[in-house]
Nanobody, 129 residues
Framework: QVHLVESGGGLVQAGGSLRLSCAAS????????MGWFRQAPGKEREFVAGIRGSGGRIYYADSAKGRFTISRDNAKNTVYLQMNSLKPEDTAVYYCTVRDRTILSSSYVPTYQHEYDYWGQGTQVTVSS
């Protein structure tokens, strides 16, 4: 059974940094895309960043570009999200996800929820102004 467990969330002041981690267990996902989504109160869950299995392809939402960095350690079956220059509007529950299917295109990074198969329980990130 697959489990994704996020950690690293918390309360931080605007301009601060947090590093989220997501450890996968039950399967090895080194060949599969992983990603981060977030959901703010009263809003739809939205894509933040995604990374292909090899780490060679990465894609960010516009809101994350230049401030967030996604990375992965396949030996640890773990994906990370380094978040810098945090803003109050980054406040949300952040979810880790993994796709358990191959992608035909070598360059495509999934950005839609239905393109992913397993989800973590989420970790709260709160940015105070």
């Amino acid at each position: 059974q697959v489990h994704l467990v996020e950690s690293g969330g918390g309360l931080v002041q605007a301009g601060g940094s947090l590093r989220l981690s997501c450890a996968a267990s039950g399967r090895t996902f080194s060949s599969y895309a992983m990603g981060w989504f977030r959901q703010a109160p009263g809003k739809e869950r939205e894509f933040v960043a995604g990374i292909r299995g090899s780490g060679g392809r990465i894609y960010y939402a516009d809101s994350a570009k230049g401030r967030f960095t996604i990375s992965r350690d396949n030996a640890k079956n773990t994906v990370y999200l380094q978040m810098n220059s945090l803003k109050p509007e980054d406040t949300a529950v952040y979810y880790c996800t993994v796709r358990d299917r191959t992608i035909l295109s070598s360059s495509y990074v999934p950005t839609y929820q239905h393109e992913y198969d397993y989800w973590g329980q989420g970790t709260q990130v709160t940015v105070s102004s």
